[in-house]
């Protein structure tokens, strides 16, 4: 005698896994940087667009306003070449707008920036290219030590507020932070160049040793060190004082507190509670400083006459190159809306408090 078994039922499939909670937050880190970097890219498109329109909009005969004030500052004729130059970027040309956007949108993908007038034919692009690694070698590294050396002694002082370390240097990071900078680049000129000649008065390196060679590349940190000292003596009080400040509201809070019930080093609860938290706000005006550096360039390249970014502005400015300062402010525009993206995307994958907002 067999038997027979019913056929078990068939199984039911299976719900679809939920999220799980660090799905969820994947999920909402990716959809803030997206809401940021689709905001920073119409920031982009817009400063683009308003560096193309800005001198259409001007009336009256820009092209021919400009090459007189090149005949009465030169001399002579100006060479139909520029006459062309300086006409093409105000779209006097024979075309609608339009096609005229279209034709800077593509030549800007290209890296075409136009082309000088003080320095013509030389593009504008090869001239940031020139000017922008001495900038970057002279005023982004010392914006970048300036903050690593203020932020570390202010989460030192904050840490031990009271302490003789922390009521000599706050005082004076207050002082020095209220001297005008350009107060004491004159000053360290005068004494450290001019006096004591321990430092060139001016230049980027010795003009006597051959471009590459080690004597170039020594004689470079030799032309830098006096101005970058001035702007890391200018600089690194502001850091200090930002990151005392930040580093006392956090001495108190419950997970620092926490952190020392646990018997934890104090060095481990300065820097891996304290210090980390309140390095967030920081870290914010840090990569807006950076965003900054070819702006804030300008008056520490005119006082030590060094090349870079700043110099060849000013250089610009006093001679009318519209197509040098255009080049030049877009770019700085798009180096700050750069930075800041970086430091938004850098504080929302470290603070979740951010994600969700704005």
Not at 43 to 65: E, H, K, Q, V
Not at 159 to 184: A, K, N
Not at 313 to 319: D, R
Request: aromatic share 12%.
């Amino acid at each position: 005698m067999t038997t027979h078994t019913a056929p078990a039922p068939a199984a039911a499939p299976a719900p679809a896994a939920a999220p799980t909670a660090r799905g969820r937050r994947h999920t909402a880190r990716f959809r803030e940087l997206g809401k940021r970097l689709g905001f920073y890219l119409i920031a982009a498109w817009s400063a683009i667009t308003l560096n193309f329109l800005l001198p259409r909009l001007m009336t009256g005969d820009a092209t021919g306003a400009i090459v007189q004030q090149m005949q009465q500052k030169n001399g002579g004729t100006v060479p139909p070449e520029t006459v062309a130059a300086i006409s093409e970027l105000f779209g006097e040309k024979d075309s609608s707008l339009p096609v005229q956007y279209g034709h800077y949108l593509s030549e800007l993908a290209h890296g075409n920036l136009g082309l000088s007038l003080t320095n013509f034919p030389t593009p504008v692009s090869q001239l940031i290219g020139s000017a922008l690694p001495w900038t970057l070698l002279l005023v982004g590294a010392s914006t970048v030590l300036a903050f690593l050396l203020g932020t570390l002694l202010g989460a030192l002082c904050g840490w031990r507020s009271g302490s003789r370390m922390d009521s000599i240097l706050s005082p004076l990071s207050t002082f020095f932070s209220s001297v005008p900078y350009f107060w004491v680049a004159l000053f360290a000129l005068w004494y450290f160049a001019f006096q004591l000649r321990w430092f060139p008065l001016s230049g980027g390196a010795d003009p006597n040793t051959a471009h590459g060679s080690p004597a170039y590349w020594l004689s470079t940190l030799h032309y830098g060190l006096l101005p970058a000292l001035t702007m890391v003596f200018s600089g690194f009080g502001g850091w200090l004082l930002g990151m005392r400040n930040m580093t006392l509201t956090t001495t108190s809070e419950d997970y620092v507190l926490l952190g020392r019930a646990k018997g934890l080093s104090r060095s481990r609860v300065l820097f891996r509670y304290s210090a980390r938290n309140a390095l967030l706000p920081t870290f914010t005006s840090f990569a807006l400083a950076i965003g900054s550096v070819i702006g804030g360039a300008v008056v520490t390249e005119t006082v030590f006459g060094y090349p870079g970014m700043g110099s060849l502005l000013a250089g610009a400015v006093s001679n009318r190159d519209l197509p040098l300062m255009q080049g030049i402010l877009l770019f700085t525009t798009l180096a700050v809306l750069i930075a800041n993206f970086v430091a938004d995307s850098v504080y929302v994958l470290l603070d979740p408090r951010t994600r969700g907002q704005g």
